[in-house]
């Protein structure tokens, strides 16, 4: 008797994201994953029993992925009063237009049930509490905090069709003016 296949959420995972880009999330299935993973549908249901449990682990699996690159880029980065915002801008502005979509796509479908937004919600708050206080840094970082998250929606679910050079200009002129504010507050 033969040993039995182990099942990769990992190589699960990655099939449903390359799916997501290739297709589209509305045309997203189980059968597909189970078929581009090379698992057994059985298997598949076991580690995600539902469509909307495969979506949740992608985008938390997007989200830890992308807080690491920002971690990363904070490390390396210029000292700031609210060194996430140039991390952000760094990373985003190193992704590409698929990654976006598919980020951003993950992230309006997680957001069809209470539990669901709620995640969402906390984990937006989180962050925008970080900005919360009085003065130019906090109002800067704020301002810019929902230009990068406005963009990021904007271009990754279609709303607006932005080139790779457009694409990294904007995220050039966030940062540029976010800056230009911390260098007011300098004076």
């Keep these: 008797?033969?040993?039995?296949?182990?099942?990769?959420?990992?190589?699960?995972?990655?099939a449903a994201e390359a799916l997501v880009v290739e297709r589209g999330l509305a045309h997203?299935?189980?059968?597909?994953?189970?078929?581009?993973?090379?698992?057994?549908k059985g298997g598949l249901t076991y580690s995600?029993?539902?469509?909307?449990?495969?979506?949740?682990?992608?985008?938390?699996?997007?989200?830890?992925?992308?807080?690491?690159?920002?971690?990363?880029?904070?490390?390396?980065?210029?000292?700031?009063p609210f060194p996430e915002i140039p991390?952000?801008?760094?990373?985003?502005?190193?992704?590409?237009a698929a990654v976006t979509a598919k980020a951003a796509t993950m992230?309006?479908?997680?957001?069809?049930?209470?539990a669901e937004r709620q995640a969402v919600?906390?984990?937006y708050r989180g962050r925008y509490?970080?900005?919360?206080?009085?003065?130019?840094?906090h109002r800067s970082a704020r301002v810019a905090f929902a230009a990068i998250e406005g963009v990021f929606f904007l271009r990754g679910l279609g709303f607006i069709e932005l080139s790779d050079a457009e694409w990294a200009g904007l995220l050039d002129d966030i940062r540029h003016v976010y800056l230009k504010a911390g260098e007011t507050r300098k004076r």
């Design 107 to 114: 992230c309006a479908q997680l957001v069809q049930t209470e």
């Design 87 to 96: 991390a952000q801008l760094e990373v985003m502005r190193s992704e590409d």
């Design 1 to 14: 008797m033969g040993r039995r296949k182990s099942i990769s959420v990992d190589a699960i995972l990655d």
């Design 121 to 123: 919600r906390d984990w």
């Design 129 to 137: 509490d970080a900005y919360a206080g009085e003065g130019d840094a």
């Design 28 to 40: 997203l299935s189980l059968n597909m994953v189970a078929e581009r993973a090379d698992v057994s």
């Design 48 to 80: 995600f029993p539902t469509k909307e449990a495969l979506l949740k682990a992608m985008a938390e699996r997007d989200i830890a992925r992308f807080d690491a690159l920002v971690d990363e880029a904070i490390e390396r980065g210029p000292q700031d």
